[in-house]
């Protein structure tokens, strides 16, 4: 029916236009910054969106697991009671959480399911 050479060419076509169709329908979202976030936080209610910052000195309460991130003009109240959370979570450290953006009482709560904290710089004065 058709030739060996043939069937080969057309596997291989089959095979890269479903890898591509895989890679556009699954690209993830981009990490937007707390600004980004906060500044039409209603588009983003309810959905598992990333988003980083920097945590506000003094924020963090292990005791409720919570903190604040902060950018050049919004902070975000980041809950992370069952979060996965990697060491070095510290005040004033970068950190990037994934989860689901909630209005709460008032207040936009970010329920994070993955946290992530840079690594310190060598530069860092020790303490």
Partial sequence: MFSRRTRILLIGAVITVGLLGVILIEAPEPTRTVDELMDEPSSYLDREIAVRGEIVDGSIDENQSVFYLH?????????????????????????????????????????????????????????
Avoid: M, W
């Avoid at 009671?81 to 953006?101: E, F, I, K, P, W």
């Fill in 71 to 127: 950018g050049t003009t919004h902070t975000l109240l980041i809950d992370y009671l069952d979060a996965s959370v990697s060491n070095g979570l510290g005040d004033n450290r970068t950190v990037y959480a994934q989860g689901v953006l909630y209005y709460l009482e008032g207040e936009y709560v970010f329920e994070a399911q993955i946290i992530k904290t840079s690594c310190p710089s060598k530069y860092e004065e020790e303490s």
